[in-house]
């Protein structure tokens, strides 16, 4: 009877308080003694009103009841909890109650608690071993599953044993994948997280009563990340088992994982990019400790395409998780060494680079312990990847600026964070990534592919294509469908000023242009190919012209009409405008770039005079040795080959190091030209004296003993100041007078003995475009290394060249060709006699291009090259005034120190050009300025300017024949027939690849966006070419660690 009234209580109108009476007395009469059908009666009302009770307090009321009846009458209640009822609530349900709601569980779980001493408790954990199995099999949601966790964790007979835990565990692991948090809320959130939670320790106290259900759970879990084929996403909930992996562990499961051959590389890249996935999973311990061992056993397996394709894939996704303080360590570790390792290319490094400066403003702003530590942390690997990839000005400039005022590591904590994370100390060869090019950057320009180490190249091509009187006059020649190199000149210029490509590949240009002695796929000296490539093209030109001459059609056709080289009978005619240089018999290399030196040599005994001119197409720059460096280093000398004329191909260039005799040094292909009465050297004096004096030795990128170098020693004044030098102060060392003495004696005929001799060259013949190369690389011979010379050098918007006019007077050799300026005092010679004097003029120079090397040896490290546009005469942005000796009061310094080698340096106030300068990187084109220019020494110490290029002003050295063959397009001339065929074609196929690229990215992407190559891309060799110490590999231990050229 009292269910009954129970019931009827329970169900009627009374007061809430009338009830909890009623209810309580109900309770306190448990005590009293009961009969079995009464007890059940009671027991099925309980059950009821828990199970599916209308409201909380019918919920709360069976549960007191149920328990105060169950306690004092446990044989009735032992009875009517049953196996039998249990496994119709599990499997049937009750009621309307769906078998998988949650009260059924809690249900089950508190009368467990309430039988716990009765021996049927035996019999029901049998059964639950194959329901709560069965059940998991059944993926229950994440709810149902915690509450199923709580009831196993207190009840732990209940949970499967031996080969069924193993399958237990597995499947709850295939539970816990499709986990899924739809919540916006926090509150839900961290309850979603709580219930994974409870999942994830029931495992763990599995694992350790059964520890060999450890190792099938591990696999389970990698068959599920590494799945390529799954049709849902596993849920980042898996992250909550790793923190209950045994560290122990790590080593013997990586090893099992890298060397299986049953994992294909997809697999892998599957596995990986989910565990990198798991860094967002809130309070997840060890998860990056994990990611980071199993990046370095790929890469000890030399795994490279795996660790490339994810890097690329998941470094954004990884840095963006820095943004949140709760998952912040773990992403911050595994972002370091992705970057860290990631050394053959900046690809990676450049894909976060956009995001850093508001990073470093959001922690700036959150100004809390935790974040000024973290920022810290940040700023050090930021320098540490700028460091190794120092040729991105352009992109770095910003970062300094934001984290200037924070610590900068030094530069050996720098290497050696580099070296522990390079994956290069694991192998000798690297892949490498071919960087996503999607259409041409916003400057309009084309990049150049790195073809492996061919970043010299692709330095030297951009600075002659931004040459415009050259590009133009290029591709204004009609070569008739030759094959010459020209040709193909003319077609990669073609390219790019119209492909739609970002950056195009210029393999048949290379393999074209690339001097016999140069190894494909190492890093080459830049200058020693462009005086390789003019030279070939001036040589070419002159073998055209000769063959025009001979040919009966000579009157009509071109006389650059290089397709007779092969096919004599297809020779077409054009008209005499098309001959360029053909009035004058100059090569078009020689109208451009060619120039003239005159060397005059002085006997200070008989004062006799020799004069010779040389043609030149670039000048070398030595720098001024310093007296400090001389007193404790020794001395530091420029080095040639003894044997270097005959090893090496002809190259044309002007002299810069010093000859022991009188003969000045061959300038090849060239005609020298004799003036003055006889002072030659005879064939014995040479055979004392066999030094071949050359303009680069740094140039020589071959491997000389130290027993074939022989010294080149300068007799020209040092310099006794350490003030920043600049363009103007080298070209007036260039120009200084210099004593031959010693055993660098003059053999003078009229003496017919060795005597001191005064030494001056002059420019006679200033060209169009003034090529100048600055000599970097020289030889300590006290410590046996070729050093490279770091010196900031600055250089002028504006430059005079002192170009010496009169021909007809000897020159001034007791006085210099420059101002008697104190800066320029220390080179001087002092008078020994009185000569007439002859006067110079000035030429003006506009700054056209600088290629810039970024290292520390001429056989390694990057280059790339800042250019500009440049038109006839067009100087107004750099507030140029032909009146020098009103510069000043222009508003633009001149450079009081030189009268005759003038410069008028970037002023603040004048409005430079907006977006007229470009940085040519490889495949890179970004907008710049000059300021960037002129600050890159002095915020990257290894990139340094090597090669630059000078146009003179207010002339128009065109060959080109104007508008003879059509309309030209801002300036530019149309492009013959079958060029624009050939470009037209290719702009299809880009196309094309296009939307190729865009319908397969989603099933390929990382074979889309990368490709394994056995020597790499981008600069990947040779071994010790590009590491930690910058752009040159250098130093520091890292000589015998394999590292790539980016």
Same mark, same amino acid.
């Given at each position: 009877?009292?269910?009954?009234?129970?019931?009827?209580?329970?169900?009627?109108?009374?007061?809430?308080? +009338?009830?909890?009476?009623?209810?309580?007395?109900?309770?306190?009469?448990?005590? !009293?003694?009961?009969?079995?059908?009464?007890?059940?009666?009671?027991? *099925?009302?309980?059950?009821?009103?828990? %199970?599916?009770?209308?409201?909380?307090?019918?919920?709360?009321? $069976?549960?007191?009841?149920?328990?105060?009846?169950?306690?004092?009458?446990?044989?009735?209640?032992?009875?009517?909890?049953?196996?039998?009822?249990?496994?119709?609530?599990?499997?049937? $349900?009750?009621?309307?109650?769906?078998?998988?709601?949650?009260?059924?569980?809690?249900?089950?779980?508190?009368?467990?608690?309430?039988?716990?001493?009765?021996?049927?408790?035996?019999?029901?954990?049998?059964?639950?071993?194959?329901?709560?199995?069965?059940?998991?099999?059944?993926?229950?949601?994440?709810?149902?599953?915690?509450?199923?966790?709580?009831?196993?964790?207190?009840?732990?007979?209940?949970?499967?044993?031996?080969?069924?835990?193993?399958?237990?565990?597995?499947?709850?692991?295939?539970?816990?994948?499709?986990?899924?948090?739809?919540?916006?809320?926090?509150?839900?959130?961290?309850?979603?997280?709580?219930?994974?939670?409870?999942?994830?320790?029931?495992?763990?106290?599995?694992?350790?009563?059964?520890?060999?259900?450890?190792?099938?759970?591990? /696999?389970?879990?990698?068959?599920?990340?590494?799945?390529? @084929?799954?049709?849902?996403?596993?849920?980042?909930?898996?992250?909550?088992?790793?923190?209950?992996?045994?560290?122990?562990?790590?080593?013997?499961?990586?090893?099992?994982?890298?060397?299986?051959?049953? +994992?294909?590389?997809?697999?892998?890249?599957?596995? %990986?990019?989910?565990?990198?996935?798991?860094?967002?999973?809130?309070?997840?311990?060890?998860?990056?400790?994990?990611?980071?061992?199993?990046? &370095?056993?790929?890469?000890?397996?030399?795994?490279?395409?795996?660790?490339?394709?994810?890097?690329?894939?998941?470094?954004?996704?990884?840095?963006?998780?820095? #943004?949140?303080?709760?998952?912040?360590?773990?992403?911050?570790?595994?972002?370091?060494?992705?970057?860290?390792?990631?050394?053959?290319?900046?690809?990676?490094?450049?894909?976060?680079?956009?995001?850093?400066?508001?990073?470093? /403003?959001?922690?700036?702003?959150? @100004?809390?312990?935790?974040?000024?530590?973290?920022?810290?942390?940040?700023?050090?690997?930021?320098?540490?990847?700028?460091?190794? =990839?120092?040729?991105?000005?352009?992109?770095?400039?910003?970062?300094?600026?934001?984290?200037?005022?924070?610590?900068?590591?030094?530069?050996?904590?720098?290497?050696?964070?580099?070296?522990?994370?390079?994956?290069?100390?694991?192998?000798?060869?690297?892949?490498?990534?071919?960087?996503?090019?999607?259409?041409?950057?916003?400057?309009?320009?084309?990049?150049?592919?790195?073809?492996?180490?061919?970043?010299?190249?692709?330095?030297?091509?951009?600075?002659?294509?931004?040459?415009?009187?050259?590009?133009?006059?290029?591709?204004?020649?009609?070569?008739?469908?030759?094959?010459?190199?020209?040709?193909?000149?003319?077609?990669?210029?073609?390219?790019?000023?119209?492909?739609?490509?970002?950056?195009?590949?210029?393999?048949?240009?290379?393999?074209?242009?690339?001097?016999?002695?140069?190894?494909?796929?190492?890093?080459?000296?830049?200058?020693?190919?462009?005086?390789?490539?003019?030279?070939?093209?001036?040589?070419?030109?002159?073998?055209?012209?000769?063959?025009?001459?001979?040919?009966?059609?000579?009157?009509?056709?071109?006389?650059?009409?290089?397709?007779?080289?092969?096919?004599?009978?297809?020779?077409?005619?054009?008209?005499?405008?098309?001959?360029?240089?053909?009035?004058?018999?100059?090569?078009?290399?020689?109208?451009?770039?060619?120039?003239?030196?005159?060397?005059?040599?002085?006997?200070? !005994?008989? &004062?006799?005079?020799?004069?010779?001119?040389?043609?030149?197409?670039?000048?070398?720059?030595?720098?001024?040795?310093?007296?400090?460096? +001389?007193?404790?280093?020794?001395?530091?000398?420029?080095?040639?080959?003894?044997?270097?004329?005959?090893?090496?191909?002809?190259?044309?260039?002007?002299? +810069?190091?010093?000859?022991?005799?009188?003969?000045?040094?061959?300038?090849?292909?060239?005609?020298?030209?004799?003036?003055?009465?006889?002072?030659?050297?005879?064939?014995?004096?040479?055979?004392?004296?066999?030094?071949?004096?050359?303009?680069?030795?740094?140039?020589?990128?071959?491997?000389?003993?130290? @027993?074939?170098?022989?010294?080149?020693?300068? !007799?020209?004044?040092?310099?006794?100041?350490?003030?920043?030098?600049?363009?103007?102060?080298?070209?007036?060392?260039?120009?200084?007078?210099?004593?031959?003495?010693?055993?660098?004696?003059? =053999?003078?005929?009229?003496?017919?003995?060795?005597?001191?001799?005064?030494?001056?060259?002059?420019?006679?013949?200033?060209?169009?475009?003034?090529?100048?190369?600055?000599?970097?690389?020289?030889?300590?011979?006290?410590?046996?290394?070729?050093?490279?010379?770091?010196?900031?050098?600055?250089?002028?918007?504006?430059?005079?060249?002192?170009?010496?006019?009169?021909?007809?007077?000897?020159?001034?050799?007791?006085?210099?060709?420059?101002?008697?300026?104190?800066?320029?005092?220390?080179?001087?010679? &002092?008078?020994? $006699?009185?000569?007439?004097?002859?006067?110079?003029?000035?030429?003006?120079? %506009?700054?056209?291009?600088?290629?810039?090397?970024?290292?520390?040896?001429?056989?390694?490290?990057?280059?790339?090259?800042?250019?500009?546009?440049?038109?006839?005469?067009?100087?107004? /942005?750099?507030?140029?005034?032909?009146?020098?000796?009103?510069?000043?009061?222009?508003?633009?310094?001149?450079?009081?120190?030189?009268?005759?080698?003038?410069?008028?340096?970037?002023?603040?106030?004048?409005?430079?050009?907006?977006?007229?300068?470009?940085?040519?990187?490889?495949?890179?084109?970004?907008?710049?300025?000059?300021?960037?220019?002129?600050?890159?020494?002095?915020?990257?110490?290894?990139?340094?300017?090597?090669?630059?290029?000078?146009?003179?002003?207010?002339?128009?050295?065109?060959?080109?024949?104007?508008?003879?063959?059509?309309? #030209?397009? !801002?300036?530019?001339?149309?492009?013959?027939?079958?060029?624009?065929?050939?470009?037209?074609?290719?702009? &299809?196929?880009?196309?094309?690849?296009?939307?190729?690229?865009?319908?397969?990215?989603?099933?390929?992407?990382?074979?889309?966006?990368?490709?394994?190559?056995?020597?790499?891309? *981008?600069?990947?060799?040779?071994? $010790?070419?590009?590491?930690?110490?910058?752009?040159?590999?250098?130093?520091?231990?890292?000589?015998?660690?394999?590292?790539?050229?980016?």
């Amino acid at each position: 009877m009292m269910d009954k009234i129970l019931e009827a209580l329970i169900t009627s109108s009374h007061p809430l308080t +009338v009830k909890k009476g009623i209810v309580k007395k109900v309770v306190d009469a448990a005590e !009293n003694s009961v009969d079995r059908e009464q007890c059940k009666a009671m027991f *099925d009302l309980t059950t009821r009103l828990i %199970l599916i009770g209308e409201d909380s307090f019918q919920k709360q009321v $069976g549960l007191q009841v149920l328990d105060a009846y169950a306690r004092y009458h446990r044989c009735e209640f032992e009875e009517f909890f049953n196996k039998g009822f249990i496994l119709n609530l599990l499997q049937q $349900g009750y009621g309307s109650l769906d078998k998988k709601d949650i009260a059924i569980i809690d249900y089950i779980h508190m009368g467990l608690k309430l039988i716990m001493s009765c021996p049927s408790v035996l019999e029901i954990f049998g059964c639950m071993h194959t329901e709560v199995l069965r059940l998991v099999c059944e993926r229950p949601e994440p709810l149902l599953c915690a509450r199923l966790s709580e009831l196993l964790s207190d009840f732990v007979h209940c949970i499967p044993r031996g080969k069924s835990a193993v399958l237990f565990c597995q499947q709850l692991v295939r539970t816990i994948t499709q986990f899924q948090c739809n919540a916006t809320q926090e509150e839900e959130i961290r309850g979603f997280i709580s219930q994974v939670n409870k999942v994830s320790n029931l495992l763990q106290s599995i694992w350790k009563a059964e520890p060999g259900a450890l190792l099938p759970s591990l /696999q389970e879990v990698f068959v599920i990340i590494s799945a390529t @084929d799954s049709i849902f996403e596993p849920s980042i909930a898996l992250a909550s088992l790793v923190q209950h992996i045994p560290l122990q562990m790590i080593t013997v499961l990586i090893r099992s994982l890298i060397t299986d051959q049953n +994992v294909k590389d997809a697999s892998m890249t599957c596995a %990986l990019c989910r565990m990198i996935d798991w860094l967002s999973w809130p309070l997840a311990q060890h998860v990056e400790t994990w990611v980071i061992a199993l990046l &370095k056993g790929l890469a000890s397996v030399q795994k490279f395409t795996i660790l490339i394709d994810v890097t690329l894939l998941k470094i954004e996704q990884v840095f963006h998780r820095l #943004w949140y303080p709760i998952v912040r360590p773990g992403a911050l570790t595994v972002l370091s060494h992705m970057l860290l390792s990631f050394q053959h290319s900046p690809e990676a490094f450049h894909l976060i680079v956009p995001h850093i400066i508001k990073l470093v /403003q959001f922690l700036k702003d959150e @100004d809390s312990p935790t974040s000024k530590i973290f920022l810290m942390q940040l700023t050090e690997l930021m320098h540490c990847m700028m460091y190794q =990839y120092s040729g991105f000005p352009d992109l770095y400039e910003p970062i300094l600026e934001a984290i200037k005022d924070l610590p900068k590591p030094s530069e050996e904590k720098m290497k050696m964070t580099l070296n522990q994370s390079a994956w290069t100390s694991h192998s000798n060869s690297l892949a490498s990534c071919l960087s996503r090019l999607s259409g041409k950057s916003e400057t309009g320009k084309t990049g150049l592919i790195n073809l492996g180490n061919t970043c010299y190249m692709n330095s030297v091509i951009q600075a002659l294509f931004m040459a415009t009187d050259f590009r133009r006059s290029v591709l204004s020649l009609n070569l008739n469908g030759a094959r010459s190199l020209m040709r193909k000149l003319q077609l990669l210029f073609a390219f790019l000023a119209h492909t739609q490509r970002a950056a195009y590949a210029p393999q048949s240009f290379f393999e074209e242009s690339r001097p016999p002695w140069f190894t494909p796929g190492s890093q080459q000296d830049c200058s020693e190919y462009l005086r390789f490539l003019l030279d070939r093209l001036h040589e070419e030109e002159k073998t055209c012209r000769i063959l025009h001459e001979n040919s009966p059609q000579s009157s009509s056709s071109s006389a650059y009409d290089c397709s007779s080289l092969e096919h004599p009978e297809e020779t077409s005619p054009l008209s005499q405008a098309n001959l360029p240089g053909i009035d004058d018999g100059k090569t078009l290399i020689e109208k451009m770039f060619g120039g003239k030196l005159q060397t005059t040599i002085r006997c200070l !005994n008989c &004062k006799s005079t020799s004069q010779k001119q040389e043609a030149f197409t670039d000048l070398s720059l030595a720098f001024p040795p310093c007296l400090e460096d +001389v007193v404790e280093a020794g001395p530091t000398q420029l080095l040639a080959p003894a044997d270097y004329e005959s090893t090496m191909p002809h190259c044309r260039t002007a002299v +810069v190091s010093d000859a022991p005799h009188s003969e000045p040094p061959l300038i090849h292909g060239i005609q020298v030209e004799e003036i003055g009465h006889g002072s030659e050297v005879v064939d014995d004096m040479l055979q004392k004296f066999p030094l071949q004096p050359i303009a680069s030795v740094d140039s020589c990128s071959l491997s000389v003993p130290s @027993d074939k170098l022989v010294s080149v020693h300068s !007799n020209k004044s040092i310099e006794q100041n350490d003030k920043t030098k600049s363009v103007p102060h080298l070209i007036s060392y260039f120009l200084a007078p210099e004593i031959l003495n010693g055993e660098n004696k003059y =053999y003078c005929e009229k003496c017919a003995s060795l005597q001191n001799a005064q030494k001056v060259m002059q420019v006679v013949d200033e060209p169009e475009y003034l090529i100048l190369t600055l000599l970097r690389f020289s030889y300590d011979s006290k410590s046996h290394i070729r050093r490279k010379i770091l010196d900031d050098v600055a250089l002028p918007l504006v430059l005079q060249l002192p170009v010496e006019k009169t021909s007809s007077k000897s020159p001034a050799l007791s006085q210099s060709l420059l101002s008697d300026s104190p800066e320029n005092l220390p080179k001087k010679l &002092k008078s020994s $006699g009185s000569v007439d004097s002859s006067d110079s003029q000035p030429v003006s120079y %506009l700054l056209s291009s600088i290629v810039v090397h970024s290292g520390m040896s001429s056989e390694s490290g990057h280059y790339y090259c800042y250019a500009r546009n440049t038109n006839s005469g067009s100087v107004g /942005q750099l507030c140029y005034k032909t009146n020098l000796a009103g510069l000043s009061s222009q508003g633009c310094a001149t450079d009081s120190d030189d009268s005759n080698t003038s410069v008028i340096w970037h002023d603040p106030n004048c409005k430079e050009t907006s977006k007229e300068w470009f940085l040519f990187n490889d495949s890179r084109v970004t907008f710049t300025s000059f300021q960037s220019v002129q600050n890159i020494t002095s915020r990257f110490p290894k990139d340094t300017a090597y090669v630059l290029f000078y146009r003179k002003q207010g002339a128009n050295c065109g060959v080109y024949p104007g508008a003879i063959n059509g309309l #030209w397009v !801002n300036g530019e001339p149309p492009l013959q027939k079958e060029l624009m065929d050939a470009i037209t074609k290719d702009n &299809k196929l880009y196309l094309q690849e296009q939307e190729l690229n865009a319908r397969t990215r989603a099933l390929q992407a990382s074979s889309a966006t990368c490709s394994f190559r056995p020597r790499g891309f *981008d600069d990947s060799d040779p071994p $010790g070419s590009c590491g930690p110490s910058g752009g040159g590999g250098g130093s520091g231990g890292f000589n015998t660690i394999s590292r790539l050229v980016f």
